[in-house]
């Protein structure tokens, strides 16, 4: 089990069954709380009701596609990082992500050893963030 301030908790959003499995197998044997759903409106029902720490999602899914996710998150939780995993990878869905605002982009097949290494940097930081905003509390401006 890794160290964590707080069990960082990790929104998966992958409509594939085997590897949304597989991500949450590893994510808790990393010692990550985990929910996992298979669609971006699922997904928006999970961050509307319940807080978390960093949002994994799929690209392709039917409804939504995860590039939809990622512009809500980043427009209504914007300190949320978010991970974009695709099999359809590439340069342009690449910059696409990172045009909207992607913290991290991985191909599939996923390799654990880089997933687990940008989920602890991403993570660290926003709880470098989250302490350095509760230690210097924004200042209200004059009414």
Do not use: C, W
Not at 22 to 32: A, I, N
Not at 86 to 91: H, I, V
């Amino acid at each position: 089990m890794r160290e964590h301030n707080h069990m960082a908790r990790i929104l998966i959003i992958e409509d594939d069954e085997e590897m949304r499995s597989l991500l949450e197998d590893f994510l808790k044997d990393e010692g990550y709380e985990t929910d996992s759903v298979n669609s971006g409106s699922e997904a928006f029902g999970k961050l509307a009701r319940e807080p978390f720490d960093l949002v994994i999602t799929d690209i392709r899914m039917p409804g939504l596609s995860g590039f939809d996710v990622l512009s809500a998150v980043k427009k209504f939780q914007l300190e949320i990082p978010v991970i974009v995993i695709t099999a359809f990878g590439g340069e342009e869905v690449y910059r696409r992500s990172m045009a909207r605002g992607a913290d991290g982009y991985l191909e599939k097949p996923i390799h654990f050893h880089k997933l687990r290494n940008l989920i602890q940097e991403l993570v660290s930081a926003k709880e470098r963030r989250e302490e350095s905003n509760s230690e210097n509390p924004p200042v209200a401006p004059f009414s």
